[in-house]
């Protein structure tokens, strides 16, 4: 079995500053925060791409013409 030992981090920072480095911190949200705000920006994007490309097809007079030509091809085989 090994057992392992843990410092807290004022310890480390006591360390690491006798051996002239900088002393760690506690907070590490701004790397979170940025990488939670880039995600965000990126759904947002693709969803109103995805709205753009949607309301360019639906206000499509031939995207409403195929789409009643496949009702009417659908009914007549239901009817036939």
């Given at each position: 079995?090994?057992?392992?030992?843990?410092?807290?981090?004022?310890?480390?920072?006591?360390?690491?500053?006798?051996?002239?480095?900088?002393?760690?911190?506690?907070?590490?949200a701004p790397e979170d925060d940025k990488e939670q705000q880039?995600?965000?920006?990126y759904s947002k994007y693709k969803e109103r791409e995805t709205k753009q490309r949607e309301a360019k097809y639906e206000s499509s007079p031939v995207v409403q013409r195929l789409c009643t030509s496949l009702i009417y091809v659908v009914l007549l085989q239901a009817y036939c």
């Open positions: 079995m090994s057992m392992e030992e843990s410092i807290s981090l004022e310890e480390t920072n006591k360390i690491r500053i006798s051996l002239g480095l900088k002393p760690l911190t506690e907070d590490k880039a995600e965000q920006n």
